[in-house]
């Protein structure tokens, strides 16, 4: 069975084979396709393909024939993003210049690093999302978006409300629908896989023979543990690609940090959607009342995507009432990994 595993870019798409992780992401990245204005969350850690994967959403969704258009909220100044999102009125000294709410009229806005949106943005935001007309900067008549919003964030957002510096109505807008993409280190055989695709690629666009991958090699990049994910496998391929010039890659093309790497033992696979936070595992022997209390409301949160609002009406509590619970147990959580560290030998730090 073959299945969708990368994205060259948004007119094509390569199906060469993936990991069961990496399949139903897929999957549930096809259900989602199905929604045409719903906005939804992209969850993943940085390399993982999040753009990449919002490009898909857009080509396989009834928006396809519309523009796609990207912004990385990280990147830009609060003022300019302003500006970028919702244009600005003419005045005496420059013609009217439309926003990116504008620009993907009928299409598709991707907001990339939505963690980074300035607070005084994200109320603004949930207006357009909830179908509120929006004014270019400086004045001008009343618009509505006619426009999809897929977002992307590599933070825990539900922990980002909890801090007050999220807005709450913004995370239920965006996360009420969520695909999570897993890291590449839990993508079992993707790395071989990625790394011959990125390989003929490479080899291709040189001009080289493909030399292949050898064994060796291959057990190293297995190995590594890829924190910059899909996006460092490729870069390191490529370069060791150029590196060996037609002759099997081996470890001399490697970085040092990967032709080294140990080999790791066996990850326990992350679960839960995004934003969600993961319960602690019990403590040895039986658990006291308030430690059962403790992972029951942490379960019930993860399995509500991280959502304080449906969290507690699940729950029967008010939400000042959850927010006290979450802040306490993740202080508690905190001074434990505090603790574990200031116990650990000096030797091993």
Not at 241 to 254: I, K, M, Q, V, Y
Request: with cysteine; charged share 25%.
């Amino acid at each position: 069975m073959t299945r969708v595993l990368w994205i060259e870019d948004e007119s094509e798409v390569r199906v060469v084979g993936a990991s069961e992780r990496w399949a139903r992401a897929m999957e549930r990245l096809r259900e989602l396709s199905e929604h045409e204005r719903a906005p939804l969350l992209i969850a993943g850690e940085p390399g993982t393909g999040k753009e990449l994967c919002a490009r898909l959403l857009h080509a396989a969704s009834p928006r396809a024939g519309g523009p796609f258009v990207a912004v990385s909220a990280a990147r830009l100044p609060a003022e300019r993003l302003r500006e970028e999102l919702f244009g600005v009125a003419a005045d005496g000294r420059q013609a009217a210049r439309p926003g990116l709410l504008e620009l993907a009229e009928g299409g598709t806005l991707f907001l990339d690093e939505l963690s980074a949106l300035p607070l005084e943005l994200q109320p603004p935001l949930v207006g357009v999302l909830d179908g509120e007309p929006f004014r270019r900067i400086g004045g001008g008549e009343a618009l509505v978006a006619d426009v999809r919003v897929i977002a992307a964030t590599a933070r825990d957002l539900g922990a980002r409300v909890l801090e007050g510096s999220f807005h709450e109505g913004l995370h239920q807008r965006v996360g009420a629908l969520g695909l999570s993409l897993p890291p590449l280190r839990e993508r079992d055989g993707d790395v071989r896989r990625l790394a011959e695709h990125f390989l003929d690629r490479q080899s291709a666009a040189a001009g080289l023979p493909r030399g292949g991958i050898t064994p060796r090699a291959l057990t190293q990049l297995e190995a590594y543990p890829w924190p910059g994910n899909v996006r460092e496998l490729r870069s390191v391929v490529e370069r060791a690609s150029l590196l060996a010039r037609g002759a099997p890659l081996d470890l001399e093309h490697l970085p040092p940090e990967i032709a080294a790497a140990p080999r790791p033992a066996a990850a326990t696979p992350r679960s839960g959607p995004p934003g969600a936070l993961r319960p602690s595992p019990p403590a040895r022997g039986s658990a006291s009342l308030g430690e059962a209390v403790r992972r029951h409301i942490l379960a019930v949160y993860a399995a509500q995507g991280g959502n304080v609002t449906r969290t507690a009406s699940a729950l029967g509590i008010t939400r000042v009432s959850l927010r006290r619970h979450l802040r306490q147990y993740l202080a508690a959580d905190a001074r434990v990994a505090a603790d574990a560290r200031d116990k650990e030998p000096l030797s091993s730090r």
